[in-house]
C-alpha cells in the first residue's frame, strides 16, 4: 500500500444515481471508491491518513498524508498493522472466529508497518447532507486487529443514517515503545503512546475530510470494544484530542487504574533495545518480522503529552473531554478471556483472592463465594467481570455524569448469542459487536428473532446518539442518563429495560477496593 492506486481512466456515469458521485475530492487528492452490497452504500477502502510508519519514522508521530495526483482507486483494504497471531486454538480465537471478527486460527492474511490507513462507508448522496459521523476502534488488546473484518463492515450503519470510519493504528510494540532516545528525539519530551497519536491523527483527517462523503465534522462519534472502548477512555482524557469528537461509546473496557510513567516505561525500553541490538537505530534498521518475534509488553505512559496524567486524576479533576457518553459491559466477559482452568479448585480461588485482597479477603468472599470448586469458578467469573469490566465501565460513567455537563448512560449486555457455544461462552466479551452493528448474518449463527429485534434496538440507540447526543427515539424502550443515586442501567438483552446498577454489591466491593489503594492504605 506504499503507492497510490491511480486510475488514469475515469467513467462514472454507470454509476448508481443513489450513491454519492465519484470522484471524492480530499485534502490529499481525489479517490474513487465502490458500491457496497446495496445499491445506496459507496464505500472507500483503504485511504492513507498518515504517511507509513517506517523507517526513521518508525516510533515517530504519524505525519500528514502525501498528496498525489490521477485518482486514488480506494477499493481495497490496507495490510493490517504487524502483530502476532492469537495463540492457536485459544478460547479467545475460537470465540471471535465464530464472531466473525476473526480467521480461523487468528492470523491476519496480510500485514506491513505501512498500515496507517481508514475506510469509509457512506449512504449520502451529495456531500452537503452533513450526515453524523461515527468512527470506529477496533479492540484486541493493543496486540491484535484491525479495523476491515467483516463484523466491522459499516454498511448497515450506513443506511441508518450515517456516515461510518474504520481505522487501523500501530499495535504492541510498534505502537507504545518508549526509550530515552525516542524521548529526546521528541519537541514534546514525549515517547511511546504512538498508538493513540494515530488515532488522534485519523480523527485530524476526518475533521479535514469528512464532509466530502456527506458527513458533518461537528458531529462525531467515537466508539470501540475492549481496547478500542481504553482508546476511547484515553482519548476522552487527552487534550490533544479536544474538539476531534462530540460523542463517545465505549463497550467493555475502561482504564482507571494507575498508568506507567513514561520514566518506568523507558526503562522498560532501555532493557529490550540492549537485548536487542543496543540503540534505537538499531532496532529501526531491524525487520519488522525480527522484532515481531521478541516478547515484548509496552502499553500507555503518562508522558504529560498525550496524557498529563492517569485517567483517573483527569476526570476527577474534570479536565476530560466533556462529551455525552455511551459505556457498558456484557455480562460474562470473562468466559473468553480468562477460562477458568480445569485443575483449579475452589483452595486456589481463595489463595489467590488473599493475595490480591489481603484484609478485605473476608468481604471479598462474602460476595464471590467458594464452598465449591464449582461455585468457585463461577465466583471467578463474576469477580473477573466485575472487577476489570463493571467497575471500570460504571466508574466512567458516574465521573463523566458527576464532573461534566454532558449526559452518560449506562448499559449491560445479558443476550446470549445462539450457537454451538452458548453455554460455554454465555455473553461473551465481544457479544454485542454483532448487534451494534447490525451485521448479524456475518457469522452464521443460528439467529432468533429475538437477536434480529435486538441489533436492530441497539445498532438504533447507537445512531440517534450519533445525531443528537441521545440514544432515545421513539420506539425504542426508554434509556433514562446515568444518576448516581439511582444508580440504572439499561439491560439489552432478552428484554430491553432498566434495572438497578448489575452485581452493585460487587462494583461497590472495588470502588472502596480502589479507593484504598489510590490513598496508599
Not at 474538539?243 to 518506568?264: C, D, N, P, V
Not at 504529560?304 to 457498558?328: C, E, R
Not at 467481570?385 to 458527576?402: E, H, K, M, P, Y
Request: net charge neutral; hydrophobic share 40%.
Amino acid at each position: 500500500m506504499g503507492m497510490p492506486h491511480l486510475s488514469p481512466a475515469l467513467c462514472w456515469a454507470a454509476l448508481p444515481l443513489l450513491a454519492l458521485n465519484d470522484p471524492v475530492r480530499i485534502e490529499s487528492g481525489s479517490i474513487s471508491g465502490a458500491t457496497g452490497g446495496s445499491a445506496e452504500v459507496r464505500v472507500y477502502k483503504g485511504i492513507p491518513y498518515a504517511k507509513p510508519p517506517v523507517g526513521e519514522l518508525r516510533w515517530k508521530p504519524p505525519k500528514p498524508p502525501a498528496s498525489w495526483r490521477g485518482v486514488w482507486r480506494a477499493t481495497q483494504f490496507s495490510p493490517v498493522c504487524e502483530q502476532v497471531p492469537y495463540p492457536k486454538g485459544s478460547v479467545y480465537d475460537r470465540a471471535f472466529a465464530l464472531a466473525g471478527i476473526l480467521p480461523a486460527g487468528g492470523a491476519p492474511q496480510s500485514m506491513s508497518e505501512d498500515c496507517l490507513y481508514l475506510n469509509v462507508w457512506t449512504a449520502a448522496k451529495t456531500a452537503t447532507e452533513r450526515r453524523p459521523v461515527m468512527v470506529w476502534i477496533h479492540g484486541g488488546g493493543f496486540e491484535y486487529g484491525s479495523g476491515d473484518p467483516p463484523m466491522y463492515g459499516g454498511e448497515e450503519l450506513a443506511k441508518k443514517g450515517v456516515v461510518f470510519v474504520s481505522i487501523n493504528y500501530r499495535l504492541g510494540l510498534f505502537g507504545f515503545f518508549a526509550h530515552p532516545e525516542l524521548t529526546s528525539e521528541s519537541d514534546h519530551h514525549s515517547s511511546g503512546n504512538y498508538a493513540l497519536l494515530d488515532q488522534i491523527a485519523a480523527l485530524e483527517w476526518v475533521r479535514k475530510n469528512i464532509a466530502a462523503f456527506g458527513g458533518d465534522p461537528k458531529r462525531v462519534t467515537i466508539f470501540g470494544e475492549s481496547a478500542g472502548s481504553w482508546s476511547v477512555n484515553f482519548l476522552m482524557a487527552t487534550p490533544l484530542a479536544k474538539g476531534l469528537f462530540q460523542r463517545a461509546i465505549g463497550e467493555s473496557s475502561a482504564y482507571f487504574q494507575s498508568i506507567r510513567t513514561l520514566t518506568e516505561v523507558e526503562r522498560a525500553g532501555i532493557k529490550f533495545a540492549e537485548s536487542n541490538g543496543g540503540s534505537v537505530a538499531a532496532l529501526r534498521a531491524r525487520p519488522a518480522d525480527d522484532l515481531l518475534r521478541v516478547p515484548s509488553s509496552f502499553r500507555q505512559n503518562v508522558d504529560g503529552w498525550v496524557l498529563p496524567a492517569d485517567v483517573y486524576t483527569v476526570f476527577s479533576a474534570g479536565k476530560q473531554n466533556d462529551v455525552p457518553l455511551i459505556a457498558g459491559w456484557n455480562a460474562d466477559e470473562g468466559r473468553s478471556l480468562s477460562p477458568w482452568p480445569d485443575n483449579s479448585t475452589l483452595a486456589t480461588f481463595v489463595d489467590g483472592a488473599r493475595k490480591v485482597f489481603g484484609p478485605q479477603t473476608g468481604d471479598f468472599l462474602k460476595l464471590y463465594p467458594a464452598a465449591s470448586d464449582r461455585e468457585a469458578a463461577e465466583s471467578h467469573y463474576a469477580s473477573f467481570r466485575d472487577q476489570n469490566f463493571g467497575w471500570q465501565i460504571r466508574t466512567w460513567v458516574r465521573l463523566a455524569s458527576r464532573v461534566g455537563r454532558s449526559k452518560a448512560y449506562l448499559y449491560y449486555f445479558s443476550r446470549i448469542p445462539p450457537g454451538p457455544d452458548s453455554s460455554r461462552y454465555r455473553a461473551f466479551h465481544g457479544a454485542e459487536i454483532a448487534y451494534v452493528f447490525h451485521n448479524l448474518d456475518v457469522s452464521q449463527r443460528p439467529w432468533e428473532d429475538t437477536d434480529r429485534k435486538l441489533s436492530d434496538h441497539i445498532s438504533s440507540y447507537w445512531v440517534n446518539f450519533a445525531a443528537t447526543g441521545d440514544p432515545n427515539a421513539p420506539g425504542l424502550p426508554q434509556w433514562p442518563a446515568y444518576e448516581e443515586r439511582s444508580d440504572l442501567a439499561l439491560e439489552l438483552g432478552d428484554k430491553i429495560a432498566p434495572i438497578p446498577s448489575p452485581n452493585k454489591a460487587g462494583l461497590d466491593f472495588f470502588e472502596s477496593y480502589f479507593r484504598k489503594r489510590r490513598s496508599g492504605n
